[in-house]
């Protein structure tokens, strides 16, 4: 029999909104398959994290004090560039998603 935790999906938060990090955990940690294996609040924290765990996915903020997830994204993507990227933004604005786009290496894409 294969162990369950084995064949569970890991993510990382790295927001700078303590209530929406624990929010999403909540919902994460409700889905048998995920689990919230490190968070952050800052983006300069991205990278590391992910180095270190190498998730499946990382929930990286665009806006935080800092390093935004924008300018955290390269490092990220050149340390575990198998690692997709949840990118999540309180502004509606297409420019941001647009500035996400360019952020993100070459060789990735934005679906």
Do not use: C
């Amino acid at each position: 029999m294969v162990n369950q935790a084995m064949t569970k999906k890991s993510v990382i938060l790295v927001d700078d909104h303590a209530l929406f990090r624990a929010g999403l955990r909540s919902l994460i940690e409700d889905m048998p398959d995920y689990e919230v294996v490190a968070e952050a609040d800052r983006g300069d924290r991205a990278a590391q994290l992910v180095g270190e765990y190498r998730p499946n996915l990382l929930v990286l903020d665009i806006a935080m004090p800092g390093v935004n997830g924008l300018d955290a994204l390269p490092a990220v993507k050149k340390v575990a560039p198998g690692t997709r990227v949840l990118m999540v933004s309180m502004y509606g604005s297409t420019d941001i998603v647009m500035r996400a786009k360019w952020a993100m290496p070459s060789t990735s894409s934005i679906r």
